[in-house]
């Protein structure tokens, strides 16, 4: 979602300016500006507990990236490296479906309505799924190449954001992925939502069912820095493990940066580039597995990050990491790389989708009531055989008294 951590107000005032700007470096990750921030609220306002509060977390924080940073060597080993999954044991006390060698659609039917009603899954049938699909998308391409043939059609959807119950009513309103029905999902599964294993897991589930019926792309929030931050990480170890969290997070260094779709539709998370002369080619070419994370520069970084603007040319982010880019860079990139449109998410709409750059830039967004506090409306972009788009808007639905970001790492950023 962007985050507008770098409008200033209309009337620049110290006391109201400072406060945001120290939130807006938090939300961006840039801890240590945010240190500084925080630190002249106080001097300024001695008595302010609340940014007394939030300096503390926020030290914190730098400590522990520090220290992480620190004993970083290279990546690390594989999470699955001594993981025996075959060897645990599943209680008799157990009142689930049963997940044998391969997937069925009676352990997910099963497993949805375990979710729905608060109850996990067994800690080993998370590891068979996660490992299943880890295997799956590592053998695809950084681009998936896909066409919707005759008979058939797919969905695309952009973040979900864990917020699972709106997840069932896209599946409830278009159907649930099938041999005749193809689901895309953009990136940004999990994060701010309190259910995002269980979006996570369901996904994964469909996958390793059907693996050419569903197709997943990474986003910016399938990376370690924000699952660290935004939810996903504390969730994890709250509901499984931390080996759990570690297994999800090489599973999602190996999803596919992008899907082109009949030649004509190149869809991807964040959005284009800071050169012009970037091609699919480069896309096709770009070996992800060689760079678990995307740092903070490169193809993979814009492909995760960017965002579009109104005016031409090419700006600085208002997230503080990528850029922006105008229709005159969208116009070149589809006309060099022979495409109609570039599809993305990334970004709430408040209609769930907007139609920008003259017709050749579409933002899809699938989480309604973003976070409890926006009041969009959520969407979904369906494509027949004849590549043509319909966009289908809905709306939230009632979730269990759960609020996002329960699981996020301090009060500091569950105010994000």
């Not at 799956?136 to 973040?159: F, H, N, Q, S, W």
């Not at 994964?204 to 931050?229: C, Q, S």
């Not at 759960?402 to 699981?407: E, G, L, Q, R």
Request: proline share 5%; hydrophobic share 35%.
């Amino acid at each position: 979602m962007a985050l507008r951590s770098r409008m200033p107000p209309r009337r620049w005032s110290w006391t109201r300016t400072t406060p945001r700007r120290a939130l807006a470096n938090s939300a961006i990750l840039h801890y240590k500006d945010a240190l500084k921030d925080f630190k002249a609220v106080i001097k300024r306002e001695p008595g302010n507990r609340d940014a007394k509060l939030k300096l503390s977390e926020c030290e914190k924080l730098v400590r522990r990236l520090e220290f992480e940073k620190a004993i970083e060597v290279g990546d690390p080993p594989s999470a699955f490296e001594n993981l025996d999954i075959d060897s645990m044991a599943v209680d008799a006390s157990y009142d689930g479906v049963r997940l044998e060698k391969e997937m069925t659609q009676e352990f997910i039917d099963d497993m949805i309505e375990r979710f729905k009603n608060g109850k996990k899954i067994h800690r080993k049938y998370a590891f068979q799924i996660i490992k299943a699909v880890k295997d799956l998308v590592y053998a695809e391409p950084t681009m998936v190449e896909i066409g919707v043939e005759e008979g058939k059609r797919l969905t695309v959807c952009g973040d979900t954001h864990g917020q699972f119950f709106d997840l069932l009513e896209i599946f409830r309103l278009n159907g649930y992925p099938s041999d005749t029905h193809a689901y895309l999902f953009n990136g940004d599964f999990v994060d701010r939502g309190s259910w995002s294993t269980e979006i996570a897991l369901l996904l994964y589930a469909y996958k390793w069912l059907r693996p050419n019926g569903i197709f997943l792309n990474r986003g910016n929030h399938e990376t370690d820095d924000m699952n660290k931050v935004y939810g996903f990480e504390g969730e994890c170890k709250a509901k499984y493990n931390e080996t759990v969290f570690k297994v999800f997070s090489e599973s999602f260094s190996a999803l596919p940066l992008a899907t082109l779709i009949g030649n004509k539709f190149l869809v991807l998370h964040g959005g284009l580039f800071s050169d012009d002369n970037t091609t699919l080619d480069d896309i096709r070419k770009l070996n992800r597995h060689n760079q678990r994370q995307p740092g903070q520069q490169g193809l993979m970084m814009e492909m995760l990050w960017t965002d579009p603007q109104t005016e031409p040319g090419r700006g600085p982010s208002k997230r503080g990491v990528g850029l922006q880019f105008g229709p005159d860079v969208t116009k070149r990139f589809c006309e060099k790389n022979g495409l109609e449109a570039i599809i993305r998410s990334h970004e709430v709409r408040m209609e769930g989708y907007e139609v920008e750059h003259d017709g050749r830039c579409i933002t899809v967004f699938s989480a309604p009531k973003y976070c409890d506090t926006t009041e969009n409306k959520g969407a979904f972009i369906k494509i027949g055989p004849e590549l043509k788009l319909e966009y289908q808007v809905f709306e939230a639905v009632p979730h269990p008294d759960i609020k996002p970001m329960a699981y996020a790492q301090s009060s500091l950023m569950s105010m994000m």
